[in-house]
């Protein structure tokens, strides 16, 4: 016998009319008729409601979705959104027989794009921010000089154990920080030389002492331009290196690993780095100060028609040579802060890209002001001292 087959019920297609607006009239009213599914698919077959007619400017609106038969997000958000064009146009709006839904998605839309209504400003507000940026200023004194403790107990520990350092890891960074670093260095002190003893011939022509510009470079180049332009060139090289170094590795979980076998992160990481920009650093000044001097020679020789022969005779008689040893006293403070700062934002670093950008850029913004800082109290002090 044939097996009889399955009982299979008829399938009803659900048919659902595409969407419609029909705009009427009731004596002074306006009326928009809303009928059939609202839902996305549907909408982008018929189109997705936009514009506004002419006629409804000034007056009443209702709008009335007693035909609406389904409505999707995408749809209620579309008529909230052309009710609300409706609305800048009418004088007044009323929405009839609104699905529950579609009052829901308008309701959590209008509370999203509610702007929160502006603090009425205070008169010590200012004051407040004031105080608020300087206690943030202290705080990032006290977390430097902290640091810096930490840093100078471990340079201790390693003058009285000097095997624990790693010479290979110094001598790369002063490779890298440092001799590096002199062609920028000297072609800027080149360059500063030249600007100074334009800008001071400039100035003394008017009296006849043109011979002077060479105190002038001399002094001014000698005693401070060549360790600040050095100072400020490395501390946009090296301590946005320093950081995103030491940043990139905290990130990837390399220090949690040093201290889990035992090493000590400042004594492997800062300390080197410390002590290469400490030793190089002078010499780095000292190739500033030369290629500054040169700039200022050759400027003068050909402005000034002061021979080389009288411009080094007029530097040896007129500079004396304490100028030189003010400047250079200041190298290995501005070499220091300039690598703890650097290590320090590293170390400071969170989780994501984004906070290595963010440190990379305080390390170089704090260096160059501590820099300036440390230049203008060394001046103040020598200035006492009568040097």
């Known amino acids: 016998m044939p097996r009889p087959s399955a009982f299979r019920p008829p399938v009803r297609e659900v048919v659902t009319d595409l969407p419609k607006a029909e705009w009427g009239s009731r004596d002074a009213l306006a009326v928009l008729t809303l009928s059939g599914a609202w839902t996305t698919e549907l909408l982008d077959r ?15 609106v209702r709008v009335d979705f007693t035909g609406v038969e389904t409505l999707d997000s995408n749809g209620a958000l579309a008529l909230y959104r052309w009710i609300a064009a409706i609305g800048a146009e009418a004088s007044s709006v009323e929405v009839a027989a609104a699905p529950a839904f579609y009052q829901r998605v308008a309701d959590a839309y209008a509370m999203g794009s509610d702007q929160p209504p502006s603090p009425r400003a205070r008169w010590g507000d200012g004051l407040a921010r004031l105080g608020q940026q300087t206690v943030e200023t202290l705080g990032i004194g006290v977390e430097l000089l902290s640091f810096q403790g930490q ?5 201790l520990h390693a003058m009285v154990r000097p095997m624990e350092l790693r010479g290979r890891s110094i001598i790369y960074h002063m490779q890298a920080a440092g001799v590096s670093a002199l062609p920028i260095v000297g072609l800027l002190s080149f360059l500063l030389g030249v600007v100074t003893a334009y800008q001071g011939a400039d100035q003394l022509a008017r009296f006849g002492a043109e011979i002077f510009t060479v105190n002038v470079v001399g002094i001014g180049v000698l005693r401070e331009m060549g360790a600040l332009i050095t100072a400020i060139v490395v501390a946009g090289r090296s301590a946005s290196a320093f950081a995103a170094q030491i940043g990139t590795m905290k990130i990837n979980e390399e220090i949690d690993a040093m201290r889990v076998i035992g090493l000590d992160p400042i004594m492997v990481l ?22 500054g001097i040169l700039g200022g020679a050759i400027m003068a020789t050909l402005s000034l028609d002061i021979t080389f022969s009288q411009f080094a005779k007029q530097f040896q008689n007129e500079v004396p040579l304490y100028h030189f040893w003010v400047g250079l006293v200041k190298a290995p403070l501005f070499a220091m802060a300039i690598a703890v700062i650097g290590c320090q934002q590293g170390l400071k670093v969170g989780q994501g890209a984004a906070s290595v950008g963010i ?9 160059i002001f501590f820099v300036i800082v440390i230049d203008a109290a060394m001046s103040i002090f020598f200035s006492l001292l009568g040097v």
């Open 270 to 291: 800062v300390v080197p780095r410390v002590l290469a920009l400490g030793l190089i650093f002078p010499f780095m000044v000292i190739f500033a100060d030369a290629l």
């Open 46 to 60: 018929a189109g997705w409601p936009a514009g506004v007619p002419k006629d409804v400017a000034g007056r009443a």
């Open 151 to 155: 840093v100078t107990l471990s340079l």
């Open 359 to 367: 440190r990379t850029t305080a390390a170089v913004v704090q260096a």
